[in-house]
């Protein structure tokens, strides 16, 4: 077996194992979906409590920044005795780790919105909800979708690394790989969880043009 | 009518943006709050759509006390103009317009005719403009939307924070023009801040004059002008303001009142003689009842015609155009190219001659004026 250059290693493995990679495929997108979702609504929501309640703002924006430099695969650790291992303990840790890039951007967003036109809508009599529904968030859309592109694509990566804690996902591939020595095994997790960044950027980078308000293009 | 009672704002840190202020603005003036930065302009504009809450005293409008409303519902009812615009770039330009009228929930149509009513009133035509966005238009442009906007709901109280400040001056003059000829029209009770005293004066029904969070002077621009209250309004006001505006200017600071008069039962030779001694051109003729005005002759006419007649009432110039004492400058300088012998008799409410303004006396009073500003300038 050890004959064969990588690709036909690739090939050889995908032949046996390709209902497995289906299998794997769609685990890691379930990962990557429902923890995506989770910190799409707490991030979005954070955000928006820290433009209201700037106390907040430092702590929020702290905590997220250090989670992020926890390493990912120290951070999956950690989670094991809170969550047990499996899906669970994976999606809790991908979660925090997508945390910080949309807090900051709806934060950001929600704060680059021009004064003028905030004062507008406050003096036009638009309560603080209108004004955020109305303006402030159609208005910080843009910049808010940037932080949900972000933060998928780096939780699709640093979702491969759920298998060391037995989630599966594409990762299975690449640790069984490493471990036997099979450089096609590797490229069979490795490749298709590129692929799945890949999609999810080009996918996000139409869904941000998408929803720009027509008067910023 | 909007009412300030010894209103103040005092910031947490002790810092008193508005002090004690007390005036009224009755339904329909337009006044202007002018000063210097940091005066308390803004801040006491502000307060009146709560804004800037204030600390002490009671704003009321209409007799209400405006703490008494809830915010939102005052706002909507306040038309808010500030110099940044603020048009949502997300909206088109009806749609920016609709903002308030869809607060209100006014239904669909009601909002689509008003929206078109408005349009057509700031000079932009609706088939054109009402689809773009806002950053589709000029500066100006952009203003009268927001113009337009503040006025969608019909409020009869519009707050204008520095609405032209950041146009070019030849947009400014449109819009304050277009400004005043709407006013006309609508009948709105306007507080406008300004710190361009020529606006405030092209603009202003009645100017207040404010510093340090003070109220120092609130007054027609005729009064500020011509009485200021204290050295800073004068100052501030500046020198030079009223030969710029000459229809601020009173006729009697104009006119000579080294006036000569007669009856009319005077000898031409006698008329002749009394003009050379008195070095006149005209003679001014009353009546010998009243002294009323009758007419005057020109020192001209009576040497072409001296040897031609026999009594001055032949050559009697009965003037088209007096001026009453409370006429201005700018009057007599309109008057002046269709007037005879270029003398101008100014009559007082007895119809009395009490002086009268030639070419000569114009000139020296605006050009006195004038080297009087070039004296302070050096």
Redesign the interface.
Known sequence: MNNLNIWEQFMQQAEMRWSEVLEATSVHIQLVFFSMLIAIVLGIGLGILITRVPKLSTVVLGGAGIMQTIPSLALLGFMIPIFGIGVNTAIAALFLYSLLPIIRNTYTGIKDV??????????????SL?VLI??EL??AIPMIMAGVRTAAVINVGTATLAAFIGAGGLGDFIFLGITRGIDGLILLGAIPAALLAIILEIFFTYLERWTT????K | MIKFEHVSKVYTDGFKAVDSVSFEVPEGEFLVLIGPSGSGKSTTMKMI?R?IPHTNGTISIDGKDITKLN???????IG?V?Q?????????IEKNIA??PE?KGWDKEKIKDRVKELLIMVDLDPEVYGSR???ELSGGQQQRV?VA?ALASDPRVL?MDEPFGALDPITRDQLQDQLITLQRKLKKTIVFVTHDMDEALKLGDRIAIMKDGNLLQIDTPEKILQEPASNFVEEFIGKDRIIQNPELMPVVSVMTTRVVTSLLNLSPEKALLMMRQQKITSLIIENDLDDSFIGLISAYELIKKMNSIQSIEEILIVPEHTLTITATAKDAIMMMPSVKYGVIPVLNEAKKVVGIVTRGTLLTALSSQWTELEGINE
Do not use: C, D, W
Request: a positive charge.
């Open positions: 021009n004064k003028a036109t905030v004062e507008a809508a406050k003096g036009m009599g638009m309560t209108q109305k303006v159609p208005l308000p027509e008067g910023l | 759509n804004m915010p939102s519902e005052l706002r909507r009812n808010y500030i940044q615009i603020g048009l949502f770039p997300h909206y088109t903002i308030v607060l966005y806002p950053k927001g906007r707050l």
